[in-house]
T-cell receptor, first 114, second 112 residues
Framework: ETGVTQTPRHLVMGMTNKKSLKCEQH?????MYWYKQSAKKPLELMFV???????ENNSVPSRFSPECPNSSHLFLHLHTLQPEDSALYLC?????????????FGQGTRLTVV | SQQGEEDPQALSIQEGENATMNCSYK?????LQWYRQNSGRGLVHLIL?????REKHSGRLRVTLDTSKKSSSLLITASRAADTASYFC????????????FGKGTRLSVIA
């Protein structure tokens, strides 16, 4: 276990559904990230939160809506998704500003949009 | 972009052989990190090498860094079937305040 927990592990949703992905870490990190991993593509950074403030939105469509109520929890709200949004969504946390530290990843949520 | 680019994209070897993966990047860095990902799972940090280091070892892992060529290599010695996974490099910027950026990774298959 890496200390970063994602739920659910698998999710199948229709294009008209609304669902949320959850990420939780108790490592004392102040930065949390959402990455998207599609087949045969690099890991795509979606959002970055640092001390609960969104510091990066990597041109992500508005059908993905992040929420970070505190430094330990991160959500990704999903609505009216498209089949091409099917992917593995990974959450990570780290302590940026402290040099030479690594990122800790959750196990991911495998999302299938039907 | 300081995105890491791994090479080769896929590598298949026999158990007991050594596996070498390479990574190139574009801008100045504070450190370079290697991660491993089992199929459909999260990434796990393997090793970090700082910009002022040239070589680092951890168990069967050996990492080199050439900042003049902006490249790094990961060597896994005496490979095992359990080493089958994807391996990614990622770089940390000089400021340390920007998130890691990953490449497509190298898919390693170790055949027993």
């Amino acid at each position: 276990e890496t200390g970063v927990t994602q739920t659910p592990r698998h999710l199948v949703m229709g294009m008209t559904n609304k669902k949320s992905l959850k990420c939780e870490q108790h490592l004392g990190h102040n930065a949390m990230y959402w990455y998207k991993q599609s087949a045969k593509k690099p890991l795509e950074l979606m959002f970055v939160y640092n001390f609960k403030e969104q510091t990066e939105n990597n041109s992500v469509p508005s059908r993905f809506s992040p929420e970070c109520p505190n430094s330990s929890h991160l959500f990704l709200h999903l609505h009216t998704l498209q089949p091409e949004d099917s992917a593995l969504y990974l959450c990570a946390s780290s302590s940026p500003g402290r040099m030479n530290t690594e990122a800790f990843f959750g196990q991911g949520t495998r999302l299938t949009v039907v | 972009s300081q995105q890491g680019e791994e090479d080769p994209q896929a590598l298949s070897i026999q158990e007991g052989e050594n596996a070498t993966m390479n990574c190139s990047y574009k801008t100045s860095i504070n450190n370079l990190q290697w991660y491993r990902q089992n199929s459909g799972r999260g990434l796990v940090h393997l090793i970090l090498i700082r910009s002022n280091e040239r070589e680092k070892h951890s168990g069967r892992l050996r990492v080199t860094l050439d900042t003049s060529k902006k490249s790094s290599s990961l060597l896994i010695t005496a490979s095992r079937a359990a080493d089958t996974a994807s391996y990614f490099c990622a770089t940390e910027s000089l400021s340390g305040n920007t998130p890691l950026v990953f490449g497509k990774g190298t898919r390693l298959s170790v055949i027993a």
